[in-house]
């Protein structure tokens, strides 16, 4: 498993060095234009939220692009940030013992990546890798659980939707244990 230092911040994680080719143009952090809050509010993962929760979640926020093949975060990393996907498709694997890779599941449009954001002590639990060229929201966790430990009602909203997303991953990983045990147990 991957592990690195218990970073506090919402800085990129060592190795981030390309950054500014994912980060889309005019798309950083901070209060942005209507068109961009109103692509936010219609993400699936926030339907239902008040509009003012949408905008706190928001000022948060950037768009960023992953190339086919290239890490999102890597098992063990600090969990600082959270996805929503836009467009493409990635895959959810975990690391054997013997440093092979199992995929738990493939995500895409409307999909949450990074759950472990919102629970300590904040390292990812899964890798994430981009199958395809893969457009995302990406959302600075840090600020967002300040934001949550001061409006709790914006807490709730997220955890809500957090415990869906953590449901659906224990699923995915029980159906791919069981395929697994499966697949040892049948003879060649």
């Known amino acids: 498993m991957n592990t690195r230092s218990n970073e506090t911040t919402d800085a990129d ?11 889309l143009p005019g798309h950083e952090c901070g209060p942005l234009d209507a068109n961009f809050r ?14 003012q929760q949408i905008a706190t979640v928001t000022d948060s926020a950037l768009m960023m692009q992953f190339e086919a093949g290239e890490w999102i975060f890597l098992e ?6 959270f996805y929503l996907i836009l467009e493409g498709e990635v895959v959810l694997e975990t690391e054997a013992d013997e440093g092979a890779r199992i995929p738990i599941q493939v995500v895409g449009p409307g999909d949450d990546l990074g ?13 994430a890798r981009a199958i395809e060229r893969t457009r995302v929201l990406c959302f600075y966790a840090t ?11 914006l807490g709730y909203e997220l955890v809500k939707r957090i415990a869906e997303v ?22 060649a």
């Open 76 to 81: 063990g990393d600090f969990a600082n940030r």
């Open 166 to 187: 953590t449901l659906s991953r224990l699923q995915a990983t029980r159906k791919q244990l069981l395929k697994n045990i499966v697949a040892t147990q049948i003879p």
């Open 13 to 23: 994680p060592p190795g981030e060095d390309n950054r500014e080719k994912r980060v």
């Open 115 to 127: 759950w472990s954001w919102f629970f300590a002590p904040y390292h990812f639990h899964f890798s």
């Open 143 to 153: 600020r967002l659980r300040d934001q949550c430990e001061q409006d709790h009602e």
């Open 38 to 51: 109103s692509l936010v509010a219609k993400q699936p993962f926030f339907a239902g939220m008040k509009p």
